[in-house]
C-alpha cells in the first residue's frame, strides 16, 4: 500500500511537472507571432549571447520597436503609439517566460526520455492547437544557435514539435544545437542544417531528403537502422554473423553468398559457384571457414580469407536447412530435407556418420558446449539427443505440438531451450532427457532462443513481434519494469542469429535492412565536410551514402 502511495504521489509531481510548464508557455499565447523572427534577426546581428540581457535592455527594446514600426506603412500617430504599447508588452511577456524557462525543468531534463512519455503527451495534448506556442518553440530551437544557456529547452522544444508532426521541411535550422533528445520520424525535406550540432540525439527515421548538411557536427548519435544493405538479386533465404561480429554473411535465391561489413554496411565478396539457391551460411568457431548448403542437398566449404572453396560436401539428397559447427570447429553438423543428420569431417571433407531417426525435415542442429552431443529439431515435432561418438541416439524429447524452430544449450551444457510453432518454450534436462519448464507468454511461433553468459537469463525472439528475457531458474518471464531488466539485457551480447537458424530471412524482398523501426531517408542530401558519428565511434557517412547522399568531397575528387 506504502509503495502504491509513493509511486501515485510521484505520478503526481510528474503531472504537476508537466501542468507547470504548459501554464508558462500558455504566457505566449497572445504575443504577436511576427516579433520572434525580429527578436531573432537582431540577435544574430548583434551577436548577443546573453538573450534574457539583450532583451532586458531598454536600448535594444527601443531599437526592437523601431524596426517592427519600419515594417508598417500607412500608419497614424495613434496607431504606433498603441503598437509601441503592444510591441512593449510582447518583450516584457518574452523576457519574463525566458527567465522562468532558464531555471525549469524544461530546460535540463530530456523529455523524450521513457520515464517522461506520458507526461510529454500530455504537455502536447495542451498545447497543440495553439499556434503561438508552436512558434514560440520554433523560436526556441534558433535560439540554441545563439545562446547556449538554451540548448536542453529548444532540444525538448524541437522534440515536441516532432512528436506533434509539424512540418519542418522547407526551412532554416542553420547552426541550431541539439542535445539529449529524440528526433524519430521528424520531417526535415530541403531544410538547412549547415552548421547544426547534435550530441546525443536519436535520428532514426528522420527524413533528410534533399536536406543541406554542411559543416555539421553530429556525434554520440543514435540510430535503429545502421546498415542497408543491398545487393542481391533473389530472396534472402538466411543470415549468420561471423564469431567477432564483424562479418554478416547472407545466402540467397540467387545463388550467391555475401560478405558485408558489419560496421560500414559495404559488401565485402560475393562467393559464386552453387549451383542452386543457397539455403543455409554458417561460420567456424575461428571464422576461417564458412559453409553453405543449396537446394540440391551439397555443401561447400569455402575458406572466408581468400574466398575460394575448400571442400564440396555431398551425401544428402535434398536441401541442407542447418548446420552448426563443433566448438573446436573439427566437426560440422548438417540437418536436411532428406530426414538425415550428416556428420562431416571439416578437415578431410568426408563424411563421419550418418544420424538416422526424424521422420520429417530436421529444421536445425546444435552441439553441446563440450562438444559431445549433438541435439537435433524437426517437423516432426521432436527433440532428438545425439552421442557424437558412437553416433547412437540418447533421447528422444517430446512435448511440443508444433515444428521445433530453434535451440540453444546453457553454457554448463545441463539444459537445452527450444522453441517452436506452437509458441511456449521448453527447458530440458539433457542427462534424463525429462522436461524441466514450459515457459508461456509468446502468443506466435518462438523462431529463436539464446541463453546470457551465466547461464541464468534465457531471451527468445518470435513472430508476435515481441523479445522476452526469462528467469531459468524459476521459468518466469522477466518484465522490463524489474529493476535489473536493464543489467540482464546488457548480458546478452550475443547476437541470437549465431545461436539458430535465420531462416528465409526474406522470402520477398532482397534488400537487408538491420533494423525494426521507421526507415531513415537522407535521398539527395548535400553533404559537406562535417561528422555524422554514432555512440559506437562508427561515421555515418557510409550509411548517408547507400540512402542517396552526395558528398561533395567525394563528388569533387572525381
Known amino acids: 500500500m506504502g509503495c502504491s502511495f509513493q509511486k501515485k504521489k510521484a505520478m503526481g509531481q510528474k503531472t504537476q511537472l508537466f501542468r507547470t510548464g504548459a501554464d508558462i508557455l500558455d504566457e505566449v499565447k497572445d504575443v504577436d507571432i511576427e516579433i520572434f523572427g525580429v527578436i531573432l534577426e537582431l540577435l544574430r546581428k548583434e551577436q548577443g549571447k546573453d538573450c534574457i540581457g539583450f532583451l532586458s535592455d531598454i536600448g535594444n527594446q527601443k531599437q526592437l520597436e523601431l524596426q517592427i514600426l519600419q515594417q508598417l506603412r500607412n500608419i497614424t500617430q495613434a496607431d504606433i503609439e498603441q503598437k509601441l504599447s503592444v510591441i512593449g508588452n510582447d518583450m516584457k511577456q518574452i523576457t519574463n517566460l525566458l527567465k522562468k524557462l532558464k531555471n525549469h525543468d524544461f530546460n535540463y531534463k530530456d523529455f523524450s526520455s521513457k520515464e517522461n512519455e506520458e507526461s510529454t503527451l500530455s504537455l502536447i495534448q495542451s498545447i497543440k492547437d495553439n499556434r503561438r506556442i508552436i512558434e514560440f518553440l520554433q523560436f526556441l530551437v534558433h535560439l540554441t544557435a545563439i545562446d547556449n544557456t538554451f540548448i536542453q529547452c529548444g532540444s525538448n522544444s524541437l522534440h515536441t514539435l516532432v512528436q506533434m508532426k509539424v512540418d519542418m521541411s522547407n526551412q532554416s535550422f542553420v547552426n541550431i544545437r541539439m542535445k539529449n533528445t529524440s528526433l524519430i520520424g521528424g520531417n526535415f525535406v530541403r531544410s538547412n ?162 544420424l538416422d531417426g526424424h521422420s520429417d525435415i530436421v529444421m536445425s542442429v546444435c552441439f553441446s558446449p563440450d562438444g559431445n552431443a549433438l541435439a537435433s529439431g524437426s517437423y516432426d515435432k521432436s527433440i532428438r539427443l545425439w552421442e557424437i561418438k558412437t553416433g547412437q541416439q540418447k533421447a528422444k524429447l517430446h512435448g511440443h505440438s508444433g515444428y521445433v524452430m530453434s535451440f540453444c544449450f546453457s553454457p554448463d551444457g545441463n539444459t537445452l531451450a527450444s522453441g517452436s510453432r506452437d509458441n511456449s518454450i521448453r527447458l530440458w534436462d539433457v542427462k534424463t532427457g525429462q522436461q524441466k519448464a514450459k515457459l508461456d507468454g509468446h502468443s506466435s511461433y518462438v523462431y529463436s532462443v539464446c541463453f546470457s553468459p551465466d547461464g541464468n537469463t534465457l531471451t527468445s525472439s518470435s513472430n ?60 539527395g542530401a548535400l553533404i559537406l565536410r562535417g561528422e555524422f558519428i554514432n555512440q559506437s565511434g562508427i561515421d555515418l557517412k557510409t550509411l548517408f551514402k547507400q540512402k542517396g547522399s552526395c558528398i561533395l568531397e567525394d563528388l569533387k575528387q572525381k
Not at 549468420?240 to 559495404?266: E, H, M, Y
Not at 561460420?283 to 575460394?308: M, Q
Not at 515481441?466 to 550475443?494: C, F, H, M, P
Open 464 to 523: 508476435d513481434n515481441s523479445i522476452r528475457l526469462w528467469d531459468v531458474k524459476t521459468g518466469q518471464e522477466i518484465k522490463s519494469s524489474d529493476k535489473n531488466y536493464k543489467d540482464i539485457l546488457a548480458q546478452l551480447k550475443i547476437p541470437l542469429q549465431q545461436n539458430s537458424a535465420i531462416q528465409e530471412a526474406s522470402n520477398y524482398i532482397t534488400t537487408l535492412l538491420i533494423s525494426q523501426q521507421a526507415i531513415f531517408q537522407a535521398q
Open 193 to 354: 542544417l549547415s552548421g547544426s550540432e547534435f550530441d546525443n540525439v536519436d535520428i532514426s527515421g528522420l527524413n533528410l531528403n534533399g536536406a543541406q548538411l554542411f559543416n555539421c557536427k553530429w556525434k554520440n548519435l543514435k540510430i535503429h537502422e545502421l546498415n542497408r544493405l543491398d545487393g542481391h538479386s533473389s530472396y534472402v533465404k538466411q543470415v549468420c554473423f561471423s564469431p567477432d561480429g564483424n562479418t554478416l554473411a547472407s545466402g540467397s535465391g540467387d545463388c550467391s553468398i555475401r560478405l558485408w561489413d558489419v560496421k560500414t554496411g559495404q559488401q565485402k565478396a560475393i562467393l559464386d559457384g552453387h549451383s542452386d539457391y543457397v539455403m543455409s551460411v554458417c561460420f567456424s568457431p575461428d571464422g576461417n571457414t564458412l559453409a553453405s548448403g543449396i537446394g540440391k542437398g551439397s555443401i561447400i566449404l569455402w575458406d572466408t580469407k581468400t574466398r575460394k572453396k575448400r571442400a564440396k560436401l555431398d551425401g544428402h539428397s535434398y536441401g541442407v536447412m542447418s548446420f552448426c559447427f563443433s566448438p573446436d570447429g573439427n566437426t560440422l553438423a548438417s540437418g536436411s530435407v532428406d530426414k538425415s543428420i550428416r556428420l562431416w569431417d571439416v578437415k578431410t571433407g568426408q563424411q563421419k556418420a550418418q
